[in-house]
């Protein structure tokens, strides 16, 4: 698992690590990968370094010092650098003399558009872990004359390093440079960081336990369930799915056929639409009601079921079997308007909730906001559940604080459906006996990556995620 930490926690193990380091050794250190990164950048988009035009932006703080330094190093090699200085008072002194010596220019805000219009890469050392808020208007009109690719300095200057969120003028970066340790806005905005390279500058040591989590497929793989010489179709888990309804079968298919081609061992479901789920997934044993659908490891409830009284009283029965539950779609709209159907839930047994920013919503009474780790924390805490935070980027968080983020391989899984089959593979996962949290957070990722592997570069469906399942899973498992 990949650690995330927060600028604070970064803060704090940074100045651990400065006081037993010679001074600039950590913005040399810094700086030179920095370096290297634009190089390389060079060389990929125009087939050299030498003679290419770099253009620093450079902030009143280190992060503008690390930019003036790597400036200073990529004149080594030949590059034709020019600082644009958003407040010179301020620049890093030892940056600046730094750049100066090895024969890079400054030039004025007035003279800069020429420059930026000019550079093959520009290098966004405007402001780093101590950003609040957008960019300021003097830099938001650099920024916006830009057309080169920018490497942006730690993160991209206007993106709030610890939440990630956007709120007006920003750097859209196509590769960021970070130093140290991952920062939520990496894996909160991919979408502006572009490519993340960690440079190791010497400050994990100080860093204790991350404040989020990223799973990394070889997590994936030693976790997901695959049968050994000794198992049967029970010992694997069973897990039950209560979804859809005669008028609407589509959600108890694909939640269904999600869940069969998730794991091995067995899948029951349990509904309205048995008929069509049977003849669609034969491997399934459906019956009409949850009362009747026989002894399971975990129940997926939700999709499709209705919010009136059937769909309460079918939420209820699950909720008093005493095994884990993802509780999904109309389930937690139930949740959310009848609060005392969890009075039928075991306290010990795990729930999943699985809301989207309109669910949110309707459980919290407010939307999640621009902090979702914060939002999701909230919600896990106040239903004692694991709280999975559907968007862009999947946020899930556990009641005892653990969060994980899910960063998106682009954004085909934004189709009617995808849902469904997201609640299939947490409900195998559960089944199978796995820390919901984990559960949950996995089955994010496969999630994405079936929605990748199914789209490949065109827009997909929910039944083409299930179908992509099995090669997700393929995937994950080669890469262990
Ligand atoms: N502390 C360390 O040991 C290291 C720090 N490093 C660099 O130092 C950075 C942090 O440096 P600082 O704490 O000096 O602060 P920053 O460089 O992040 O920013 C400080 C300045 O930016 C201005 N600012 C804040 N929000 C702004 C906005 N929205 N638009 C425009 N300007 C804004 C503020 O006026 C403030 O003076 C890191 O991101 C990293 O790049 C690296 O050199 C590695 C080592
Ligand atoms: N723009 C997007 N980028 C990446 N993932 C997305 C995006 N929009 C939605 N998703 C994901 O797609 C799924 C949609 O689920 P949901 O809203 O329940 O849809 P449905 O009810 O149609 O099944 C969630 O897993 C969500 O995180
Ligand atoms: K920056």
């Known amino acids: 698992m990949q650690g995330i930490w927060t600028t604070e926690r970064i803060r704090a193990a940074e100045d651990l690590l400065l006081a037993r380091t010679p001074d600039g050794e950590l913005m040399r250190r810094a700086s030179f990968g920095l370096a290297a990164e634009v190089a390389g950048l060079l060389a990929e988009n125009t087939g050299g370094v030498s003679g290419r035009r770099v253009v620093l932006l450079v902030g009143s703080g280190n992060n503008g010092g690390d930019a003036l330094w790597a400036g200073a190093f990529l004149r080594r090699r030949g590059v034709a650098v020019a600082a644009v200085l958003l407040k010179p008072e301020k620049a890093h002194p030892a940056g600046l003399a730094a750049l100066r010596r090895s024969g890079g220019r400054v030039v004025s805000i007035a003279d ?19 950003a609040r808020g ?6 938001a009109e650099l920024v916006a004359r830009i057309e080169a690719p920018v490497v942006a300095v730690d993160l991209p200057s206007g993106v709030d390093p610890d939440t990630g969120a956007v709120d007006g003028p920003h750097v859209t970066a196509a590769r960021t440079v970070t130093f140290g340790a991952l920062k939520p806005v990496h894996a909160l905005a991919p979408q502006e960081c572009g490519n993340v390279v960690l440079v190791e500058i010497g400050l994990r040591p100080w860093l204790d336990e991350p404040d989020l989590w990223r799973l990394e497929l070889s997590d994936i793989a030693a976790v997901w369930p695959i049968p050994g010489p000794e198992d049967d179709k029970y010992t694997q888990g069973v897990v039950g799915i209560a979804a859809g309804s005669a008028t ?10 999600s869940a069969v081609r998730a794991t091995a061992g067995m899948v029951r479901y349990a509904g309205h639409a048995a008929d069509v789920v049977r003849s669609r997934w034969p ?15 975990a129940w997926v409830v939700g999709p499709g079921i209705g919010t009136g009284g059937e769909g309460r009283e079918i939420l209820r029965h699950i909720l008093g079997q005493g095994v884990p539950v993802c509780a999904d779609a109309d389930a ?4 959310a308007h009848t609060p005392e159907v969890l009075d039928a839930r075991d ?25 979702r780790v914060a939002a999701a924390r909230e919600a896990a805490k106040k239903y004692d559940a694991v709280v999975l935070l559907k968007g862009h980027c999947t946020v899930v968080a556990a009641p005892d604080g653990r969060v994980a983020v ?59 995620l299930v179908d992509a399942i099995p090669a997700a899973l393929r995937l994950v498992r080669a890469i262990a």
Do not use: C, F
């Not at 957008?134 to 830099?139: F, I, K, N």
């Not at 954004?411 to 469904?420: E, I, R, V, Y």
């Open 347 to 371: 306290p010990d047994t795990p729930l999943v909730l699985t809301p989207h920013a309109g669910e949110y919503e309707r459980l919290m009474g407010r939307r999640p906001g621009p902090d």
């Open 332 to 335: 937690t709209t139930i949740i």
């Open 248 to 257: 609407y079968p589509g959600a108890a298919v694909l939640a269904s056929g």
């Open 134 to 139: 957008a960019l300021r208007p003097e830099a």
């Open 406 to 464: 899910n960063t998106p391989r682009g954004s085909w899984l934004a189709t009617a459906g995808s849902g469904d089959v997201l609640t299939g593979l947490i409900g195998s996962l559960l089944a199978s006996g796995l820390d919901p949290w984990l559960a949950a957070a996995a089955a994010a990722q496969v999630h994405s990556l079936a929605g990748a592997l199914a789209a490949e570069d065109v827009p997909t469906s929910a039944s083409g």
């Open 283 to 297: 491997e399934i044993v459906a019956t009409g009601s949850v009362t009747d659908a026989g002894r399971v490891q």
């Open 112 to 130: 800069s558009p020429q420059w930026i219009e000019k550079a093959d890469v520009v290098v966004d050392g405007i402001v780093g872990i101590s």
